[in-house]
Structures are given as structure tokens and as C-alpha cells.
């Protein structure tokens, strides 16, 4: 039986409608709370996999990693040793989670390594040195090219040509689980002089983000053949904008504080090998691609997204179904466009794929989308609607794979909006 068939089953009780079997065992960073000491984790089910006590007893024998290499706050030195280092601890932790298994010794000492998730602090599972946003959604960016330039004409000239994105903030991403306060900023209202004040019109972006494990040298580039041996995983990604900040200040080089003030990451980085069952073919690209972009075979993934926005003291209300497989650029491409001008990348380094939109309404991966740059009310239930995201509501992102039975995904990316802060910053 292959490591991670669609008939494997583990000893740890697993619920079919969970997004961590013992065939996802993505890769993150936990902390018990209370605790400085933080460790490489793993997850199948409701339980944490504590990857440096299982290296302490001795469950990676053979596999040459370093003795601490499970006791750093972030995963960068452990997704430095290389994929198939990291493929080789995936599957040495399916044969220890298998029903079955001849790791006797270790399974019984699953009280030191397994932890209900409930018991841990999640972190950013990786430093993020840079941070990269495209635009690669063709719904999306024909949606925003209708709202604010031309209904007729609504991508730009180079849209179809080339993956469109810009260098974003790293330091202002957080983790799943996160609170941060309405930004402020200029903001031009119809008439008369630009104003200071807490956005009107924040929104959620709902995207998928890859993170890179290997670095190459300034000039050198990546084909888009070569660019999934770059890729070590990918997490859920909310990049928060401020819709009316961002309309005065992106022309003419793009978004600055309508972005950099918050950006949501989920807490597992899910292996490109954990979603193999889901590829796809992507898009036809009409007009054909320059050949550095061209690629052959399925890069595409067949994920179901969705976002629920809670408010305060509320239900939780599902307001977006999308797929990341409405993609019209990979993240091969991505990547390959990205470092086809000699643009060195570094282990750790984030990538998010924009704001991700299907062809209907009710798939549009933003506020700015759904209400249709606020004219329309987006139903929460209960009586509530939205235009944009209000204070104290909590938006929540989903995705996972569902093929053979086996559902791959992601947990979730979660954050909540507070007030605006009074200080002397105006």
C-alpha cells in the first residue's frame, strides 16, 4: 500500500469531515501556552504531532537531521534540508500513525508527542523574509477592471501576458487567530481635499499563498518545469485591504497602507505532495504565453474555498463559495515570472495568489465583489447584511480537497476586526 493511499487508516481517531488524515500531515510551529519552549508540529485529526520529543525517542532513525532541528520557532531550517528530506518525515510519521504499525515503541509513548490541539499556541510557521501578492485571478481582475475603468475593456493591456503582482509588507502578516485595529489613512472623498480617518470600506481578500524552500543566487532564474521543486507548501492567505485608502493612494505605483496593515496566514503549510489528487488542468491562455511561461500538464488545483464572516456575539455566515482552480496563472508561472529577471528567492519566502473569484456572484472572493463596490447587501442571516467588513466581525477562511473519500485541508485562517485606535497618531 502506498504511505498515503486513500485506504489508509490511523490508530488516532480521525473524523472523516477533518481536514488533517494521516494522508495531509502538513507542517507547522506550536508553543503550549505559558511555555518559551516552541517546536516543529505536525497534525492528524484533533491531535498535534510534536515532532521534537518523536526526534528526541528516536522515530526518525536513518533520516540525517540535526538534533535541534525540531526545537526552532519557525520551520526555515527544516524546509532548508530539502524536500525530500521532508517527504522522507512525512511518510516515516504515516507508517508510525498507520493502523498496524511495527513502531510499537513509539506509539506507546504517544502521550509525549501527541497533543489535543486545543492545548497549543499556533505561530507563523515560517520567518518570512518577502513577501510577493499577484493578481491571477481572471474573474477577479475583470470584476475590479468593470467597478472602477472600463465595463468593455476591463483588463489592462498586459493582464493576459504576464502574472501581475507587487512586493508587499512581511512583517505585518500574522497567524490564524489574530486581532488587529481598523487602519487609518487618507481617503478622497467625491468632492473637495483628501481627509484622515479609520477606513469605510475594509474588505477580506480571500487567497491561497506557497511558500518557497530553496534559494538561488541573485541572476539566476527558475522555469516553470523546475518551479514546484521550489514551492515546499502552500497555507490559506487573507490579504485585509482598505478599499477607499487604497483608491486615492495606488496610482501610480499600487497598493502601500490600504495593504500593509494586516495580513491573515493559516497555521499549516500543506505539502504539494499532500495534494496531489487534486490537480487540474488550468485555463486555456489565450493569446498564448511568452515561452518561459509556457508549461505542460496539470498545475492547477482543484480546492474548494469559502469565507464566513461572524459577527459579534453572532453565527458564523457563509458568504463566498470560490475554487482555487479558477486561477487563470499557476503558481508555476508565478514563480517563473517572478525570477525570470535574475530575482533571487530565499527559504521562507511568501507568495499569494490575489484575490481568488469564480464566475458567479455568489463565488466572488471579496466585499468589493459581493456588494459590488458597495451598492448591494450581502445577507449574513439573521437579519444582518454587510457592504463591507464592520468592527468586531470575525471573517473566517476555508479550503480543502475532497477526492476518493479523503478530505485534504487546510484548517482555518482566521482574524477579527477591532476599532480603530485613539492615539497620537491622529
Known amino acids: ?26 507542517f507547522g510551529i506550536c ?46 531550517p527544516f524546509i532548508a534540508l530539502g524536500k525530500t528530506i521532508g517527504r522522507t518525515v512525512r511518510e516515516r510519521l504515516a507508517e508510525i500513525l498507520r493502523e498496524g504499525t511495527s513502531h510499537e515503541g513509539i506509539k506507546g509513548a504517544a502521550t509525549r508527542w501527541l497533543i489535543p490541539v486545543r492545548e497549543v499556541q499556533h505561530l507563523l ?23 472602477f475603468r472600463d465595463p468593455e475593456n476591463a483588463l489592462l493591456p498586459n493582464w493576459k501576458h504576464l502574472p501581475v503582482g507587487y512586493h508587499g509588507r512581511a512583517s505585518s ?26 477606513t ?47 483608491k486615492w493612494e495606488y496610482v501610480p505605483l499600487g497598493p502601500f497602507l490600504a495593504k500593509n496593515f494586516a495580513s491573515t496566514l493559516s497555521p499549516w503549510l500543506v505539502t504539494l505532495e499532500a ?25 492547477h488545483f482543484d480546492i474548494h474555498l469559502e469565507v464566513a464572516i461572524q459577527p459579534q456575539g453572532g453565527e458564523p455566515y457563509t458568504v463566498c463559495h470560490s475554487n482555487l482552480r479558477h486561477m487563470y496563472w499557476s503558481m508555476s508561472q508565478q514563480l517563473a515570472h517572478h525570477t525570470i529577471n535574475g530575482c533571487n528567492i530565499r527559504v521562507g519566502d511568501l507568495y499569494a495568489s490575489g484575490t481568488i473569484s469564480g464566475p458567479d456572484t455568489g463565488s466572488f472572493g471579496s466585499m468589493l465583489e459581493l456588494s459590488w463596490k458597495g451598492t448591494r447587501e ?4 439573521e437579519g444582518q447584511t454587510r457592504r463591507f467588513v464592520q468592527d468586531g466581525d470575525t471573517v473566517i477562511l476555508r479550503g480543502y480537497g475532497t477526492r476518493d473519500g ?19 497618531c491622529g
Request: glycine share 8%; net charge negative.
Open 378 to 381: 450581502v445577507p449574513l442571516g
Open 1 to 26: 500500500m502506498s504511505p498515503f493511499s486513500p485506504a489508509l487508516q490511523s490508530w488516532v481517531p480521525c473524523s472523516p469531515d477533518s481536514d488533517f488524515p494521516i494522508q495531509n500531515l502538513p
Open 275 to 299: 495534494l496531489e489528487p487534486f490537480r487540474v488542468s488550468g485555463p486555456e491562455q489565450d493569446p498564448p504565453v511568452l515561452p518561459y511561461l509556457r508549461q505542460e500538464g496539470a498545475h
Open 406 to 424: 479523503v478530505r485534504i485541508g487546510f484548517g482555518e485562517c482566521v482574524a477579527t476586526v477591532l476599532p480603530a485606535r485613539e492615539d497620537a
Open 125 to 147: 510557521p515560517v520567518q518570512i523574509g518577502d513577501y510577493t501578492d499577484f493578481y491571477s485571478s481572471l474573474d477577479h481582475a475583470t470584476n475590479v477592471g468593470k467597478m
Open 200 to 246: 469605510r470600506l475594509l474588505d477580506f481578500e480571500l487567497e491561497m499563498a506557497f511558500v518557497t524552500g530553496k534559494e538561488t543566487a541573485p541572476g539566476d532564474c527558475i522555469p516553470t518545469a523546475q518551479a514546484e521543486d521550489a514551492i515546499f507548501g502552500l497555507a490559506l492567505f487573507n490579504d485585509w485591504s482598505a478599499r477607499d485608502i487604497q
Open 31 to 76: 508553543r503550549r501556552p505559558g511555555e518559551d519552549r516552541a517546536f516543529a508540529a505536525s497534525i492528524i485529526g484533533e491531535r498535534v504531532i510534536d515532532l521534537a520529543v518523536l526526534h528526541e525517542i528516536g522515530a526518525f532513525e536513518g533520516i540525517p537531521l540535526p538534533p535541534s532541528i525540531f526545537l526552532h520557532d519557525q520551520l526555515n
Open 173 to 198: 502578516i500574522q497567524v490564524s487567530g489574530h486581532a488587529f485595529h481598523r487602519p487609518k489613512g487618507q481617503i478622497k472623498p467625491e468632492e473637495g481635499p483628501p481627509v484622515f480617518g479609520p
